[in-house]
């Protein structure tokens, strides 16, 4: 972990007090985990996401925090730990990353059916087969229906910034869900940069304590979790998803707008980028809007009306608001850094085009799948697709709705 | 410097390419620059050819794709030349280090430089010197900063000194070393400078 850490003399108000530090994606995370201090962490090691647990578990060896680590034979005992101390209710965090989530997988599913706040952070990485270690949206892709909200980083200062807003969001009385932080494996998780570190105090009057109203270790009240459900409840229940899922977007915005109060930095359900004359829109999850703001720089120097909308929240999904900012675009070219293999390129692809069904001035769209198991996308990849919307956008025409993007074929 | 530069370090694995990008970073950082520091991942074995880069820049960094035309190349082992494009993207404004102990005009021919500047060193024997072994990267780390002077000199080894210490906490010897290596390595480049 860097040494430099130097305090912000330039900074007013709530930022004055933050300290700048030279950390990884990783190594950020694991400071917000050690600033929050949860009660239980049970995780198993896995590339790119192992740091975060190894120098959490260092916090734990060190005294620096006051959770019970439990170290556990693999992810589906990680979850299962997890759900087991939430729901005692203990405040609960985690990590993992693709092959890790995915076996997580039906653990995940009762962790949101049982409305426990646990809180994972979920480096990107490829599914196999083939095995690959390097950066792509698969994993939380396949977890996206499994009821957990999730948020996308874009770096590493939003992988700390996301983590600690989770804690936050999951257990709001409104919500209580669980949720994952996402951030670009390798790319984010490894690289070292900027990062604003809030004081640990602040962290810890922010997220509070964890009291819910009901748990398991609660002698006075003696209550059956996970019981059976047959024809009788279970559609009740599930049902009963819907709510608070509907309700995480007001509170993830109220969150977001209180956190920028201590630190500085507001968040909201999406990040526009020069987006409101954009003429030619790129939206986009992840590190690579990073890179696209640069490509949009470029081109409105150039005068070209480029844009970019960066999709923080993507469950729940802001349908409403992506049809209010994309609908009357000349060309709106989408980003999947995953591939559906549903026979209509990627996930966001699928979601922008629900979310524009009703709109009566809809734009022409074409989803690009890139960046599968780590492939680099660079800018002039990315001006490749703004070079194809302004084509679009000139024709009106989309000759093919989606296609992939700096693969040899 | 108001310009993002970007620096490619080439090495193999072991010889410390990662760990002079990150205390480079961290130096950056230190004298208030906005700064990237990442290693390329990939078949990670002792020897095999490894790179590491950083973005240094006085405006925040949000680019995150790879680094294609990097101002910068520091080379910690000669042997890679030839069978690694180690000049790969650098446009004919740039700067070349080279750890070697052959002379500048052939290491000049063997890289193909056109105009770029070109600083070689023998870091490996100031890293045997100095630390007693061939771990030419806090060498390379002085060189660099004696050919760009990207940030002060002062500053980079109080900061390196700092990390060392954490790293180092039962081997004070590996830290004076280091620091030692750094320096002279420093001063050949300066003296090359001219």
């Known amino acids: 972990m860097s040494e430099a850490k130097v305090k912000d003399k330039a900074a007013k108000g709530p930022e004055a007090a933050q300290e700048i530090a030279a950390l990884t994606g990783n190594e950020a995370v694991a400071m917000a985990m050690k600033q929050i201090n949860p009660d239980v962490v049970a995780a198993y090691p896995i590339t790119p996401a192992t740091e975060i647990v190894q120098i959490f578990s260092n916090y734990v060896a060190d005294g620096l925090v006051d959770t019970e680590y439990v170290a556990v034979e693999s992810e589906h005992s990680a979850m299962s730990a997890c759900i087991g101390a939430s729901a005692a209710g203990a405040r609960v965090m985690t990590g993992t990353s693709a092959q890790g989530l995915a076996l997580m997988w039906e653990m995940l599913y009762i962790a949101a059916g049982l409305r426990l706040p646990i809180v994972l952070a979920d480096v990107n990485r490829a599914l196999s087969a083939p095995i690959n270690i390097h950066c792509d949206h698969s994993d939380t892709m396949g977890a996206r229906d499994s009821g957990w909200i999730q948020i996308f980083s874009e770096d590493a200062q939003e992988a700390y910034d996301n983590t600690i807003q989770a804690i936050r969001i999951a257990e709001h009385p409104d919500v209580l869900l669980p949720a994952m932080v996402t951030m670009d494996g390798f790319i984010i998780s490894h690289g070292m940069e900027v990062v604003k570190v809030l004081p640990d105090d602040t962290i810890r009057e922010f997220v509070g304590t964890y009291n819910p109203k009901v748990k398991l270790l609660d002698v006075d009240t003696p209550r059956t979790f996970g019981p059976l459900d047959f024809t009788d409840f279970y559609f009740e229940h599930r049902r009963q998803l819907a709510e608070p899922i509907a309700k995480a977007k007001e509170v993830i915005l109220e969150i977001g707008k209180e956190y920028g109060k201590i630190s500085g930095r507001s968040y909201g359900l999406y990040e526009g980028y020069k987006l409101d004359d954009a003429e030619y829109v790129l939206v986009l999850l992840g590190s690579t809007a990073g890179t696209a703001k640069t490509v949009v720089d470029d081109l409105r120097e150039a005068g070209v009306k480029a844009g970019l909308l960066k999709i923080r929240v993507f469950r729940p999904f802001p349908y409403d608001e992506m049809a209010a900012l994309l609908e009357g675009r000349k060309a709106v070219g989408v980003m999947d850094r995953s591939d559906g293999l549903a026979g209509l390129g990627g996930p966001l692809f699928g979601e922008l085009r629900s979310a524009l069904y009703e709109s009566k001035n809809r734009p022409p769209m074409k989803d690009y799948v890139y960046g599968l198991g780590g492939r680099d996308c660079g800018p002039a990849l990315i001006r490749q697709v703004f070079d194809e919307l302004l084509e679009i956008g000139k024709t009106g025409q989309v000759k093919e709705r989606f296609t992939y993007l700096g693969v040899r074929e | ?194």
């Open chain 2, 1 to 194: 410097m108001g310009r993002l530069i970007e620096i490619r370090w080439h090495g193999r694995g072991g010889q410390g390419a990662k760990t002079a990008a990150l205390l480079f970073g961290d130096a950056c950082l230190g004298a208030g620059m906005y700064m990237q520091a990442f290693p390329e991942y990939g078949p990670e074995r002792m020897g095999a050819p490894v790179a590491s880069y950083n973005r240094i820049s006085d405006e925040p960094i949000t680019i995150h794709s790879a680094v294609e035309k990097p101002n910068v190349v520091v080379i910690l082992d000669p042997t890679l030349i030839g069978s690694v494009d180690v000049t790969k993207g650098l446009d004919d404004d740039g700067v070349v280090l080279v750890n070697t102990g052959e002379p500048a005009e052939k290491m000049r021919e063997k890289l193909k430089l056109n105009g770029q500047k070109l600083y070689v060193l023998d870091a490996s024997a100031i890293a045997m010197e100095t630390i007693g072994r061939n771990i030419p990267n806090t060498p390379m780390l002085g060189a660099l900063v004696g050919a760009t002077e990207i940030v002060d000199f002062n500053h980079m080894i109080e900061d390196t000194e700092k990390k060392l210490q954490k790293k180092f906490r039962n081997k004070p010897e590996v830290i004076q070393g280091n620091l030692e290596a750094i320096r002279k390595a420093y001063e050949v480049v300066k003296a090359q400078k001219g």
